[in-house]
């Protein structure tokens, strides 16, 4: 499995996990080209709960039956300049929604670990956890 398909399966799992939780998802790989800095900016998930907009970073790493899981977490992968592409982005989806910046949003990560071997995911869901 390559690393794109590995990506769209964590963002389902994600998915399914967030509804579960009682999330409203709100819109899906949303990208937005940029006048300046980085030249476009992607946020996998925008989610609405307990009146609270949730931008959803998916990382997901798997492992199957003869490789190991890499020493680097999953969520160690959202470094600083990803973070402010994060942010950025998300300030381009809400000015787009006209919903005002001084809403409450935050920026979660969702880091994901699936072990072939045993058939399971590993969920973790850092919340605010950029800012």
Do not use: C
Request: proline share 2%.
């Amino acid at each position: 499995m390559d690393s794109k398909q590995t990506g769209i399966w964590g963002e389902k799992i994600a998915e399914n996990y967030l509804m579960k939780k009682g999330y409203q998802i709100l819109d899906k790989n949303y990208s937005t080209n940029f006048n300046s800095g980085p030249k476009r900016g992607e946020v996998d998930l925008v989610t609405k709960k307990d009146n609270i907009i949730s931008f959803i970073e998916v990382k997901t790493q798997t492992q199957n039956q003869r490789e190991q899981f890499s020493l680097i977490r999953p969520e160690q992968k959202v470094n600083f300049l990803k973070q402010r592409k994060i942010i950025k982005t998300a300030e381009f989806w809400l000015m787009e929604k006209k919903i005002p910046l001084d809403s409450k949003w935050q920026i979660d990560v969702i880091a994901i670990k699936i072990d072939f071997k045993s058939k399971l995911a590993k969920i973790r869901h850092f919340k605010n956890s950029v800012f």
